[in-house]
C-alpha cells in the first residue's frame, strides 16, 4: 500500500481534497477525483486539486471536478491553492504566479501581523466575449441573448473567465427558495444545453442591493457548489455588460461573500480581479495501491 497525503480546503464553501503532486501523483486523478469527492463514501468536496510543478510559473494547479471531469480554472481553488504553497515553502512568495489550463494567474495573499494568510486577491485576466471562444454556438456577443429551453426561453449572457459560463438574472428570490433537487433540475437544464458545446456554468443572478449581487450557481461536472469563483466573476461582468451593476461589486453566495472588481482604466484595465477568503479545514493520508501512485513530472513549457 502506498500513502497519499491531502489537505480539505474551501473558499466560501466551495471545497476541494488538494494533493502536493510535486514528486509522486496519481496515476488516475480522474478517478481518484470521484473517489474523494463522494460525501458518504469519501472526504466529500466539489472535486480534487493537485499542486504541480510548473515551467512557466512558480507552479501549477491541476483541477478535476466531482465527476471527474477536467476543470480549466477554478477561483475559489487557487486562492487555497496559494495559500498550501505559501505556508508550505512550494514556495514561500508573495505575489505567487500559477499556471492553470486557462493560462498564468497570479495570487496575492493577504496576511496578518502573524504572518498568517487571511484572503487573496486574484487577477483572474479579462472576460472572453466572443462566442466561439467562449465556446458557444453563436458568433460574437451573447447579451440577453434568448435561449429556448424546455418549451421557454431564457434570457442569458454568456461569458468565459477561462471556463464557460452562463448568466441569467432572476427577478425575485425564488430561484433561492427552490429545493435542491429542483435546483439541481433547473440547472442541468443550462448545463447541457446544445447551444454550449463543451457544457456550462450556469449563475442565477439577482441585484439585491446597490454594490450587491446575490446569486445561486450549478457548476459543470459539480452541481450546485456553494460559491463558485469564476461564476462571481462572471455575473459582474454580465451585469456590467446589462447596465445593472457598477464595475465593482460583492457577490453573495450560499457560502460567503467575494469581491469583485472589472477595472475600467489604467495598467489593469479590463482585468477581473477577485477577493475573497482561504480556509484549511483539516490534513490527512488515504491509502492506494502502489500501482496507483506514479513519479510526477514538469509540464512541457509551451513554444
Not at 184 to 190: D, E, T, V, W
Not at 259 to 267: C, L, S, V
Request: proline residues 5%; charged residues 25%; hydrophobic residues 40%.
Amino acid at each position: 500500500m502506498a500513502t497519499l497525503e491531502f489537505t480539505k480546503m474551501h473558499g466560501c464553501g466551495n471545497d476541494y481534497v488538494y494533493v502536493v503532486a510535486d514528486r509522486v501523483r496519481p496515476a488516475d486523478p480522474a478517478a481518484l477525483a470521484r473517489r474523494v469527492s463522494d460525501r458518504r463514501f469519501g472526504i466529500g468536496g466539489d472535486g480534487l486539486i493537485m499542486l504541480t510543478p510548473s515551467p512557466r510559473a512558480d507552479l501549477a494547479m491541476e483541477m478535476y471536478n466531482a465527476d471527474g471531469s477536467r476543470g480549466e480554472m477554478c477561483g475559489n481553488g487557487i486562492r487555497c491553492l496559494a495559500r498550501l504553497a505559501y505556508e508550505r515553502h512550494l514556495p514561500a512568495k508573495n505575489p505567487l504566479t500559477i499556471e492553470t489550463d486557462a493560462g498564468v494567474k497570479t495570487v496575492t495573499l493577504e496576511l496578518d501581523q502573524a504572518g498568517r494568510v487571511t484572503a487573496a486577491t486574484v487577477d483572474m485576466g479579462e472576460p472572453i466575449l466572443e462566442g466561439h471562444r467562449i465556446p458557444a454556438n453563436d458568433d460574437g456577443t451573447i447579451i440577453e441573448y434568448p435561449l429556448r429551453i424546455e418549451g421557454r426561453v431564457e434570457k442569458i449572457t454568456a461569458l468565459s473567465m477561462g471556463n464557460p459560463h452562463c448568466v441569467i438574472f432572476v427577478q425575485d428570490d425564488s430561484v433561492f427558495r427552490l429545493s435542491d433537487s429542483d435546483f439541481a433540475n433547473l440547472g442541468r437544464q443550462f448545463e447541457s444545453h446544445p447551444f454550449f458545446p463543451r457544457r456550462v456554468n450556469a449563475e442565477f443572478v439577482l441585484p439585491s442591493a446597490p454594490g450587491r449581487l446575490r446569486m445561486r450557481v450549478f457548476e459543470r461536472g459539480s452541481g450546485e457548489t456553494l460559491a463558485c469563483g469564476t461564476g462571481a466573476c462572471a455575473a459582474l461582468v454580465a451585469a456590467v455588460l446589462t447596465g445593472r451593476c457598477s464595475r465593482t461589486t460583492v457577490v453573495e453566495l450560499r457560502g460567503g461573500n467575494l469581491t469583485i472588481e472589472w477595472r475600467e482604466r489604467g495598467e489593469f484595465a479590463n482585468r477581473v480581479f477577485m477577493t475573497g477568503e482561504a480556509v484549511e479545514v483539516f490534513r490527512g493520508a488515504i491509502e492506494l495501491e502502489a500501482g496507483e501512485l506514479v513519479a510526477s513530472t514538469v509540464r512541457p513549457a509551451e513554444v
